[in-house]
């Protein structure tokens, strides 16, 4: 079982920057593809952005050019860091991760593995 973490949230003003981590305890995420996440109050849970474990990665559209996944050299820790926020971006955002042999996936339905999530707040 793999227990996910995330940190970072927080309320920032349109036009700033945050960074979430995802880490999980007692094991790296480097044989992990792994995702992030959002769900805003009201709507479905929206895929954000997704890493393979060689580091390729792809992007929601309403994100791309704003957000970027990376991991540490470690493999312990996944970030999403998050420029040019938008009131729009509000809501909780989860940390995911699978096993499964995939190099990227948006799909939310191939994740194992689940933090509880982290708020972000954005305000106009």
């Known amino acids: 079982q793999v227990q996910l973490v995330e940190s970072g949230g927080g309320l920032v003003q349109a036009g700033g920057s945050l960074r979430l981590s995802c880490a999980a305890s007692?094991?790296?995420?480097?044989?992990?593809?792994m995702g992030w996440f959002r769900q805003a109050p009201g709507k479905e849970r929206e895929f954000v952005a997704s890493?393979?474990?060689?580091?390729?990665?792809i992007y929601g559209d309403s994100v791309k050019g704003r957000f970027t996944i990376a991991r540490d050299n470690a493999g312990k820790t996944v970030y999403l860091q998050m420029n040019s926020l938008k009131p729009e971006d509000t809501a909780v955002y989860y940390c995911?991760?699978?096993?499964?042999?995939?190099?990227?996936?948006?799909?939310?339905?191939?994740?194992?593995?689940w933090g509880q999530g982290t708020q972000v707040t954005v305000s106009s």
């Open positions: 995911a991760g699978t096993s499964a042999r995939y190099l990227t996936t948006p799909r939310l339905s191939d994740y194992n593995y």
């Open positions: 890493i393979s474990r060689g580091a390729g990665t």
């Open positions: 007692g094991r790296t995420l480097s044989s992990y593809v």
